[in-house]
């Protein structure tokens, strides 16, 4: 028989090796569940603001809160769990974290009031923000010690993919539950999370003092600090920048908060942030790329949704246009973890803004009459630029830290964490103001040159008239119902209008990164053959 020729394994490696495979593959699913939970946890409220403030009784403004507060909280918690897990113990902190999570994602289920949403909603984001960290440790102790940097950029992946894919589902669950719909899938996520962490335990892993008596101040004001630049930035647009002296108190006050903060830790032996390796030149260059992609990536999230909604399209509609950005997504993160390996980070980045600036170009040709189907090949295009980018500003910020002994991981990440939110924050309150100005120039311009007289004005009254006619018979109020419909449509158009010269502007912010990233990349390469050489 052909089993006798087969060679003797030692003992207990026939069993080892298959019990090590199923505990990778264990730790790597528990990663990807994670990912998942703490992304969906966000996105499903900040992508259907419109139908929970329905539910909640509430204004756009007021149902605004919900995602603010969320983002104030979540902009610092990162440092703060980070320090927590070095402190604490990583056993002890992955229990706790998910066991919080799974209690006030629940709380969500109990809440029928603005008031205690967006207070569960700020609590959650302090909540949530571990997951992330476990998502990134389950995948690094799945994949072997020299993949770690692809473990890495899977376990980020799985964070970035609830942004499109709560478009895709939510409608369903919007249909089975109104808004309580919407946290019962969060909640659903929580419970197997829980289950996985206690089913699949991580490594354990040293502890270190990570906390000390002077760090109670400057993280207050760290905190504080963050969360009133995310309710200036995001209030902004709402209540407009000029219009609510609230507004400039925020400001000032943010700017006063972080300003105490960095003079208290700049002269500590043991600062919570390393600031001065924050503003050496390299990490200034990474984080404006990250704030600067984000604002352009706002072309998607806020920018083609906001055009669609104008033009009656809801995220029913919009299902499959999102799930192919689902798919151009993990696109972006597959090839990058091909394209790393053989060609470096510089040039992903190179590639993904290039990609950004076909699909901004594509979009700017946009009419009344666009629809999901006209936007399927540049935002697939746009998602996979966001995979690309998000990969490479990873793999090259992520390199240097560990190479330095991973040091400076703390601030690396909370600077990391803080660029990715505030420039997602920073890229709807660009998007929103500018469509809203841009909308009010060309309406007024429309206006402008409509004159009853002109025949095809005339013309076009009449059959606007006509369709009321059966509904009013009054002509007087007839008039008046057709001349509100012209004047609706010219708003439609000043709209299009808008978001065209929205779109046209990103592809230009695009070209003017393509350029800068291509210089710095060609930089990059010349240094590494000169140090070869």
């Not at 966000?42 to 007021?62: F, H, K, P, R």
């Not at 992609?293 to 809801?314: A, C, K, N, Y």
């Amino acid at each position: 028989m052909t089993t006798a020729l087969a060679p003797m394994a030692p003992p207990g490696l026939a069993s080892e090796l298959p019990t090590h495979k199923a505990l990778s593959l264990a730790r790597a699913l528990a990663a990807v569940l994670l990912g998942l939970t703490q992304g969906f946890g966000l996105y499903l409220v900040t992508n259907n603001l419109g139908d929970i403030q329905g539910s909640l009784g509430a204004t756009a403004a007021e149902a605004s809160w919900l995602t603010t507060a969320y983002f104030a909280t979540a902009l610092s918690a990162t440092l703060l769990v980070t320090k927590i897990r070095l402190h604490f113990g990583l056993r002890a902190f992955t229990v706790a974290s998910l066991w919080v999570f799974l209690a006030i994602s629940a709380l969500h289920l109990l809440t029928d009031t603005l008031g205690s949403a967006i207070a569960v909603r700020a609590a959650l984001g302090l909540a949530a923000a571990p997951l992330s960290t476990l998502a990134v440790f389950y995948m690094m102790e799945a994949l072997p010690q020299k993949l770690a940097p692809l473990a890495l950029l899977i376990g980020f992946a799985c964070l970035q993919l609830p942004g499109p894919l709560s478009r895709v589902v939510s409608p369903d669950l919007l249909a089975a539950g109104r808004w309580h719909g919407l946290f019962l899938l969060d909640v659903a996520l929580a419970a197997l999370s829980v289950a996985a962490i206690h089913a699949v335990p991580l490594k354990p892993q040293p502890r270190q003092a990570a906390f000390e008596a002077g760090d109670v101040l400057p993280l207050m004001l760290y905190a504080a600090g963050l969360a009133l630049l995310c309710v200036t930035v995001s209030q902004g647009r709402l209540a407009w920048w000029t219009e609510a002296p609230w507004l400039g108190w925020c400001l000032a006050l943010g700017i006063a908060c972080l300003a105490l903060y960095a003079l208290i830790d700049l002269n500590r032996p043991h600062p919570l942030i390393d600031l001065r390796w924050l503003a050496t030149p390299y990490m200034l260059r990474f984080v404006l790329a990250v704030l600067l992609f984000r604002i352009v990536l706002s072309e998607q999230t806020v920018g083609v949704v906001g055009l669609m909604s104008v033009l009656g399209q809801s995220n029913a509609q919009m299902q499959t246009l999102f799930s192919l950005a689902s798919a151009g997504l993990l696109t972006g993160f597959v090839l990058a973890a091909v394209l790393a390996v053989k060609r470096g980070a510089p040039l992903l980045s190179v590639l993904a803004v290039a990609l950004v600036l076909c699909a901004a170009w594509i979009d700017s040709c946009a009419t009344a009459l666009s629809r999901p189907e006209q936007f399927y090949i540049s935002q697939t295009l746009l998602a996979v630029g966001l995979g690309l980018f998000f990969s490479a500003s990873l793999l090259q910020g992520f390199g240097p830290v560990m190479a330095d002994g991973g040091r400076r991981l703390v601030s690396f990440l909370a600077a990391f964490s803080a660029a990715q939110f505030m420039g997602s924050l920073l890229g709807s309150a660009w998007v929103s103001t500018w469509v809203a100005r841009r909308q009010t120039f060309h309406y007024a311009a429309l206006v402008e040159h409509l004159e009853i007289g002109d025949p095809q004005v005339a013309l076009r009254l009449s059959q606007l008239t006509g369709s009321v006619a059966r509904f009013v018979t009054d002509p007087t109020a007839r008039a008046q119902q057709g001349l509100a419909l012209l004047h609706q449509q010219l708003s439609r158009e000043s709209f299009v209008l808008a978001y065209d010269d929205l779109f046209l502007n990103t592809a230009v912010l695009a070209a003017a990164m393509l350029l800068w990233l291509t210089v710095l990349a060609v930089r990059g390469l010349r240094r590494q053959s000169a140090a070869r050489s």
